[in-house]
């Protein structure tokens, strides 16, 4: 049996999934619909390095106001993993950094 893996839980389409991750692994889901006035997109991908958990996180979309989009990288508590209480099994995220693109800001030169 490896021990090298991570074992996390995550909340995907309304329901808790256990995620298993070797070293080195990258684990992704995609997700996308169209909205009243445009369309929406959610993006995760799981790193494991074999020490830290990371997820990076990308929210797009399109709506009246023009195409904003947001990309956040996040790396698990170590603590945490595994060790949450049963009402909310998913590991504590620490935010690295985030970054945000607004189509409209852009164009005004903001």
Do not use: K
Not at 34 to 57: F, K, M, P, Q
Request: hydrophobic residues 35%; glycine residues 6%.
């Amino acid at each position: 049996m490896n021990t090298n893996r991570v074992r996390f839980w995550v909340w995907i389409h309304g329901s808790w999934v256990r995620l298993t991750l070797e070293p080195g692994q990258c684990l992704e889901h995609h997700y996308q619909q169209t909205t009243d006035e445009g369309w929406v997109a959610l993006s995760h991908s799981w790193i494991y390095d074999g020490e830290l958990l990371r997820v990076v996180v990308c929210c797009d979309g399109r709506d009246c106001d023009g195409r904003l989009t947001t990309y956040r990288s996040l790396y698990a508590d170590p603590e945490s993993i595994g060790q949450r209480p049963s009402w909310h099994p998913a590991p504590r995220w620490i935010e690295e950094s985030m970054t945000v693109e607004d189509e409209t800001a852009q164009a005004m030169n903001y």
